[in-house]
């Protein structure tokens, strides 16, 4: 997933940017010459390029989050923890979302298997939540 994640940013970026890998599943993208218009232009179309990505189980989602230079003064590393910032409240929305899509995946794999098996696993949701509550 880190590869595919990688080749897909890649293929998005002009020649003159940077990609590096941050940590783990993060990324950084140094855009010279750049506004927070076009940051944000580009983080769309990695959104839009990661709609169509899915491994079969596990569906593979991004966060995104950018910041531009704002003064001569900043450093690069005040405009990265604003965009790190802005990627953790991003994360924190789409959170819920990426938990909904595997769970659909995973009854979407069960119902393949056999009718019985999703029926069984919808039945086993229900008590669980009853069990919740």
């Given at each position: 997933m880190i590869i595919?994640?990688?080749n897909i940013l890649e293929s998005a970026i002009r020649s003159e940017d940077t990609l590096a890998r941050l940590s783990g599943d993060s990324f950084v993208i140094y855009l010279?010459?750049?506004?927070q218009f076009e940051a944000e232009h580009l983080s769309n179309k990695i959104a839009k390029a990661?709609?169509?990505?899915?491994?079969?189980?596990?569906?593979?989602?991004i966060s995104l989050g950018q910041s531009s230079k704002r003064s001569e003064n900043e450093s690069f590393f005040q405009v990265l923890n604003r965009a790190i910032n802005n990627l953790h409240k991003n994360k924190l929305l789409q959170k819920k979302s990426d938990k909904n899509k595997v769970l659909k995946n995973t009854l979407t794999i069960l119902n393949t298997?056999?009718?019985?098996?999703?029926?069984?696993?919808?039945?086993?949701?229900?008590?669980a939540h009853r069990l919740g509550k």
């Open positions: 595919e994640t990688a010279p010459d750049s506004n990661f709609t169509g990505v899915e491994d079969n189980l596990i569906p593979t989602t298997k056999s009718q019985e098996t999703g029926e069984h696993a919808m039945r086993l949701t229900v008590l």
